[in-house]
């Protein structure tokens, strides 16, 4: 199968439209037209139904759009993996989750760029569902996750393991207020353990997906919240942020997750940057 007709039918599928693929792939609606056509003469089946509000997908269309997804990244990584730069033996394409960015992978880049100058490295950061797919589709060689959910040829990795624990801004004396709750999306696990440790909490005004801004907003306006204790330790140190006697705190963890089909002299590397990289970060 050609790429680009993979390629513009995940462009009509992001867009909704065959007018909207076609101005952001710089084609004609004529060819985005004719590449489907030949895809759906390919497959034997429609893809899209379509209408004045756009393209649909088919069932059939739905079931070919995982595959799709895995072609367009596969081939990316088999272009990077051919044009590698003068210089490097072997790429390394590595995915981590957005909490996880900073300081984590930060460190990681700068020992890998002094221990294994021979390899050339890309970096994805996404969700935990879509950096798993695209470990077990072959895009990824590794990513770094917290609770990683057990997948079929995955292996998963203990690389540290970590608390939440609920802190509140200063001054302590002051008494937490209804409404000073901040939840934060650390994912369905924590949620479930929250609500048996506190049954009777009431839900919360405002809910952040992402640990770093939710910290942002409390120390602006004041509240309380399950934060990472290592992300939070120098706020803690400074006297900005106290953790709530008492409170009940809730593990955390972070796997390094790999095919269980991948090379094993990449993989070793890529680990050994990690666990020196959560110790730095501490």
């Not at 867009?15 to 390919?42: D, M």
């Not at 004396?173 to 369905?188: K, L």
Request: with cysteine.
């Amino acid at each position: 199968m050609d790429i680009n007709v993979a390629q513009t039918f995940l462009e009509v599928v992001k867009t909704g439209s065959f007018v909207g693929a076609a101005s952001n792939l710089n084609l004609t609606q004529t060819a985005v037209s004719a590449r489907i056509r030949t895809l759906e003469e390919q497959l034997e089946r429609p893809v899209f139904v379509r209408n004045k509000a756009g393209a649909k997908l088919t069932p059939a269309g739905e079931r070919f759009f995982k595959f799709a997804t895995s072609l367009v990244q596969v081939w990316g990584r088999a272009r990077q993996s051919v044009a590698l730069p003068s210089g490097k033996d072997t790429i390394a394409v590595v995915g981590v989750e957005l909490s996880l960015w900073s300081p984590l992978l930060r460190h990681w880049l700068l020992w890998m760029r002094r221990e294994h100058p021979e390899i050339a490295v890309s970096t994805v950061i996404d969700s935990s569902d879509r950096l798993m797919a695209q470990v077990q589709d072959g895009s990824l060689d590794v990513a770094v996750l917290y609770g990683a959910p057990r997948r079929p040829g995955v292996i998963a990795e203990l690389l540290f393991e970590e608390k939440l624990v609920l802190v509140r801004t200063t001054p302590a004396s002051s008494p937490i207020r209804t409404g000073d709750y901040v939840q934060i999306d650390w994912g369905g696990e924590f949620l479930a353990d929250y609500h048996a440790a506190f049954p009777d909490s009431e839900t919360s005004s405002v809910n952040i997906s992402h640990g770093p801004l939710a910290l942002d907003y409390i120390l602006a306006v004041g509240g309380c919240g399950y934060f990472r204790e290592g992300f939070i330790r120098p706020y803690l140190d400074e006297g900005r942020l106290v953790v709530v006697p008492d409170s009940p705190e809730f593990s955390y963890s972070a796997y390094v997750v790999h095919s269980a089909k991948a090379d094993q002299g990449v993989i070793g590397r890529i680990r050994n940057g990690f666990r020196h990289a959560a110790m730095v970060s501490g």
